[in-house]
C-alpha cells in the first residue's frame, strides 16, 4: 500500500518526524521536492571539483585552515548545493571503497594485513581531496591508491558550511553510504 504525504519543506521538524517513524515504521521513504527554482539543482560535479580546488595546501598541517576557504564558499551557495556537495563526495568515496583500493593496506607489512576502517575511509577522503585528476588516475589505478596519507577533515565541510550559513545542524540524507565496506559490488572482486 502507499500512502502520499504532500507537506511545505518549512513545516516539516522533529516532531513530524518523529510521528512518520511511530505512525509508518519500516516503511520505505521517498522524498521529492517539487516547485523550487532550477539554480537549487545548479550546482555540478564541476562545481564540485571547483570546489574542491579551494582547500588550501599553504596551510598545512592545521586542516581546519585547509578547509576554511571551501566552507565559506559553499556557505555562500543556496542550501541545496551544500546537500549536492555532500552527495557528490559520498558518491566519490563511495566509489573508491573497493577491495581493490584497499588491498594496498592489506599487503602493507606495517598494517599487518589489516584494514583499519578509518584509515582506509581518510585516505580516500585525501585521494578525492587532491582533486579531479588525481581522483580519477586512483579510481581507474587501484595499486597506486596512498596508505600513507588520510584527511579526514573533508567529511565535515558539509556540515561546517551548513552550520555556517544556518545556524543550525545539517542532516545529510546520502544517496551513497562511504563508509568501508558499503560498496558490496566493488567488495566481491578479491583478485587483481
Known amino acids: 500500500m502507499e500512502s502520499i504525504v504532500?507537506?511545505?519543506?518549512?513545516e516539516i521538524d522533529a516532531q513530524f518526524i518523529e510521528k512518520l517513524k511511530r505512525d509508518f515504521a519500516h516503511a520505505d521513504v521517498e522524498i521529492r521536492l517539487q516547485d523550487?527554482?532550477?539554480?537549487?539543482?545548479?550546482?555540478?560535479?564541476?562545481?564540485?571539483?571547483?570546489?574542491?580546488?579551494?582547500?588550501?595546501w599553504s596551510e598545512v598541517p592545521n586542516d581546519e585552515k585547509v578547509v576554511r576557504p571551501l566552507i565559506d564558499a559553499?556557505?555562500?551557495?543556496?542550501?541545496?548545493?551544500?546537500?549536492r556537495f555532500s552527495d557528490i563526495l559520498a558518491e566519490k568515496l563511495w566509489l573508491l571503497d573497493t577491495y581493490r583500493h584497499a588491498k594496498v593496506f592489506l599487503d602493507n607489512p606495517d598494517e599487518g594485513g589489516v584494514l583499519s576502517v578509518d584509515d582506509f575511509l581518510y585516505a580516500?577522503?585525501?585521494?578525492?581531496?587532491?582533486?579531479?585528476?588525481?581522483y580519477e588516475k586512483i579510481l581507474e589505478n587501484p595499486q597506486l591508491m596512498p596508505s600513507d596519507s588520510g584527511f579526514e577533515a573533508l567529511l565535515y565541510v558539509a556540515l561546517s558550511a551548513y552550520k555556517l550559513k544556518t545556524g543550525k545542524n545539517f542532516t545529510p540524507f546520502y544517496a551513497f553510504n562511504y563508509e568501508t565496506y558499503s560498496n558490496k559490488k566493488g567488495w566481491q572482486i578479491q583478485d587483481g
Open 6 to 10: 504532500n507537506i511545505n519543506i518549512d
Open 124 to 134: 580516500r577522503c585525501a585521494v578525492v581531496a587532491n582533486g579531479q585528476t588525481y
Open 36 to 56: 523550487y527554482p532550477d539554480q537549487y539543482l545548479s550546482f555540478t560535479e564541476t562545481d564540485f571539483w571547483s570546489a574542491i580546488n579551494l582547500l588550501n
Open 74 to 83: 559553499l556557505a555562500e551557495k543556496p542550501i541545496p548545493a551544500i546537500y
